[in-house]
């Protein structure tokens, strides 16, 4: 029995460390995550995305290369990074991203 919650509190500890590694490997918050898809659905090309992103934020760890790979789709935000509402925006887009 002691073993199962060992087990159970193992897996979540590593859960949370890969959410932490990935979440600073990424690089950019979730917010302009946000952004980049909002855009991408507007019809923005990368690189106007990119330029703006970084003219309303010059301290944006962004670079060319991760919007371009962001707005693929393929860019995971957390639950804790985002407020509910945002939460569930983010994962509204995120669909409406994969289905282009």
Same mark, same amino acid.
């Given at each position: ?10 897996? *979540? +500890? ?14 950019? /918050?979730?917010? #302009? =995550? ?13 690189? *106007? +995305? ?14 060319? /290369?991760?919007? #371009? =790979? ?13 407020? *509910? ?16």
């Amino acid at each position: 029995m002691e073993s199962n919650k060992d087990k159970l509190t193992h897996n *979540k +500890i590593k859960s949370e460390r890969r959410e932490h590694k990935r979440t600073d490997k990424r690089a950019i /918050k979730g917010e #302009e =995550v946000i952004f980049i898809f909002e855009k991408v659905l507007e019809g923005w090309k990368t690189i *106007k +995305i990119f330029n703006t992103l970084i003219q309303t934020n010059p301290n944006s760890l962004a670079d060319k /290369k991760m919007v #371009e =790979v962001v707005a693929t789709g393929n860019c995971k935000v957390y639950p804790n990074e985002l407020s *509910k509402e945002k939460y569930e925006y983010y994962l509204l887009l995120r669909n409406k991203i994969y289905d282009l």
